[in-house]
């Protein structure tokens, strides 16, 4: 059995453990409640008084729920892009430092669902508790800010502090929303089920793993010790980051089994009718994407060789020889380093300028032939080409409307789940920053 297929069984398992039934559905409130409970540390939102999550979209992979036959399934179920429901495991971004916003404290001790050794043993400060046992430290706020620095960062005065404010806000909510579906998960199996917990545990440690080193291979760092050390270096705890992966597993795995059946898949008609209320969203620019191979008169001996090197190697590129290849081991400009990419990709941004005349009248997959410069001769690839005017509805772009469709239904659907929990499960802001 393939591992997707597995993870989809266990989670349907775990959820049937857990009792099967789906939350059910309430319309949206404000969320004013959670500004004034931000505001008024210690203020308590008790059954029947929390307001709706938060609406803050994150970047998140998409779910492993009903999609279009025409989009590739991920291998980990996970909340959409747009989903509000909890807060994106954080992403190490190099480079991007970020001041904490107030004074970290590590390790965090896993609190609802699977013990941690390290418990005993944590100075954790507690800013939200949900639930009865369980709780939101500083730290795990501060790392997601973190992600977000660029919001802030360049900013001065009391913009600055009224923008990290913001930030602030909109994570701890997130949070908070992610943890009331952890509890509401871990709830109903150690009601229904209560040996089910290790198993949900240690799937979601597997997936949590299989992200992480996704995302160390990416980053091009040959051992976890060396992405553990990138992590403490921009100030995240090694452990909170992993534990941040876990959590987001838990609850992908619970909401989709909430809203399996509650969105389907968006008909062509609903599709085109998207496509005509929103023409604004779909006009493009003039954008193209080209390669070129520059040969240099300094590497010869006359002009007239250098170019007749030009018109051999502008054969060989026209009889069928990788251009990329012929850029790499006969180019002499710094294209060489970029396998052959041009600078540029709208209307008086292609470098050098000589070549914006000829650039554009080139059709995608052909060639410009050989084009002399002040300093040499250059041979143009056109690759992509993007026309000025409204996209057509073709299949690139129905695949993406509906893919956009259906995560605004999903959304919705989670709107409601997460407003239901907020009603069901106390939430008390301990402290406010």
């Known amino acids: 059995m393939d591992a997707p297929l597995r993870r989809r069984m266990l989670a349907a398992c775990l959820f049937a453990a857990a009792g099967g039934a789906g939350c059910g559905m309430f319309g949206h409130e404000a969320d004013q409640r959670v500004s004034e409970s931000l505001a008024n540390p210690g203020l308590t939102m008790s059954r ?240 193209v994407k080209f390669q070129q191979l520059f040969i240099s008169t300094s590497r010869f001996d006359s002009v007239a060789a250098a170019q007749k090197r030009a018109e051999e190697l502008f054969a060989a590129a026209r009889s069928g020889v990788d251009f990329t290849q012929l850029v790499k081991e006969h180019g002499h400009g710094d294209s060489v380093l970029r396998g052959g990419a041009g600078v540029g990709e709208k209307r008086g941004e292609i470098q050098p300028p000589e070549l914006e005349k000829v650039i554009w009248d080139i059709k995608p997959g052909n060639f410009s032939g050989v084009v002399p410069s002040e300093n040499g001769f250059y041979i143009l690839r056109v690759q992509e080409r993007q026309v000025s005017g409204r996209r057509p509805l073709d299949e690139k772009l129905q695949t993406e409307i509906r893919n956009k469709l259906a995560d605004k239904a999903y959304q919705a659907e989670m709107d409601k789940v997460t407003a239901q929990l907020w009603r069901q499960i106390g939430v008390t802001i301990v402290e406010n920053r």
Request: aromatic letters at 4%.
């Open 48 to 287: 029947g008084q929390a307001p709706d999550g938060p609406k803050a979209p994150i970047t998140l992979p998409p779910p492993d729920r009903p999609t279009l036959s025409t989009l590739p399934r991920p291998e980990t179920p996970s909340v959409p892009p747009s989903s509000p429901v909890h807060s994106e495991a954080p992403v190490l971004q190099l480079g991007v430092m970020a001041p904490s916003p107030r004074e970290v404290v590590t390790p965090v001790a896993a609190v609802e669902g699977k013990p941690s050794a390290d418990k005993a043993n944590s100075a954790v400060r507690p800013i939200a508790t949900v639930g009865a046992d369980n709780f939101i430290s500083d730290e795990e706020v501060s790392m997601m800010m973190k992600q977000r620095a660029m919001d802030y960062i360049l900013l001065k005065g009391d913009e600055r502090v009224a923008k990290e404010k913001e930030v602030y806000k909109e994570e701890l909510k997130k949070l908070i929303d992610r943890e009331l579906i952890v509890s509401e998960f871990v709830g109903k199996l150690r009601k229904n089920n209560p040996s089910a917990l290790d198993e949900l545990w240690e799937q979601a440690g597997k997936m949590a793993d299989s992200q992480i080193r996704a995302r160390r291979v990416a980053l091009k760092l040959k051992s976890e010790a060396e992405f553990n050390a990138k992590l403490l270096e921009q100030g995240m705890d090694p452990k909170l980051f992993r534990r941040q992966f876990e959590r987001q597993a838990v609850a992908g795995m619970y909401l989709n089994m909430v809203l399996k059946d509650k969105t389907g898949t968006p008909t062509l008609a609903q599709v085109q009718d998207y496509y005509t209320r929103n023409a604004k969203e779909f006009q493009s620019e003039d954008r």
